[in-house]
């Protein structure tokens, strides 16, 4: 299945790459100077973005933008998570594509 998901990253021109965590990892507020998308290819994780005041959590087949700047942390679910990548130049989503997409 994440061969369909980096397929259809990749129809977009993004080229992801491939990471995962294990159960209940963290990852502490930061940012990036690029935009980023993600794509949950197995389990889930949540992300808080403290500059929105949201939480967001991402199970399989389900895809987070992040804007350049947005301060994010995140936790993995209970199950560990692998997520398809890909980053692209600050500014580059559209205005509509924005934080959380919910499926594609």
Same mark, same amino acid.
């Given at each position: 299945?994440?061969?369909? =998901? @980096? @397929?259809? #990253?990749?129809?977009?021109? &993004?080229?992801?790459?491939?990471?995962?965590? +294990?159960?209940?990892?963290?990852?502490?507020?930061?940012?990036?100077?690029?935009?980023?998308?993600? *794509?949950?290819?197995?389990?889930? %994780?949540? =992300?808080?973005?403290?500059? %929105? +005041? /949201?939480?967001?959590?991402?199970? @399989?087949?389900?895809? &987070?933008? &992040? !804007?350049?700047? $947005?301060?994010?942390?995140? $936790?993995?679910? !209970?199950?560990? *998570?692998?997520?398809? @990548?890909?980053? #692209?130049?600050? +500014?580059? &989503? !559209?205005?509509?594509? /924005?934080?959380?997409?919910?499926?594609?």
């Amino acid at each position: 299945m994440a061969d369909d =998901f @980096e @397929e259809r #990253l990749a129809a977009e021109g &993004l080229d992801a790459s491939d990471w995962s965590n +294990g159960p209940g990892d963290t990852y502490v507020s930061h940012s990036h100077a690029y935009d980023k998308v993600l *794509v949950a290819t197995s389990g889930s %994780i949540t =992300f808080q973005l403290t500059d %929105i +005041g /949201r939480d967001v959590m991402l199970n @399989e087949g389900e895809r &987070l933008n &992040l !804007p350049a700047g $947005t301060s994010h942390g995140a $936790t993995v679910g !209970p199950d560990g *998570v692998r997520c398809l @990548e890909a980053h #692209l130049p600050a +500014g580059s &989503l !559209p205005a509509g594509q /924005r934080h959380f997409t919910k499926g594609w």
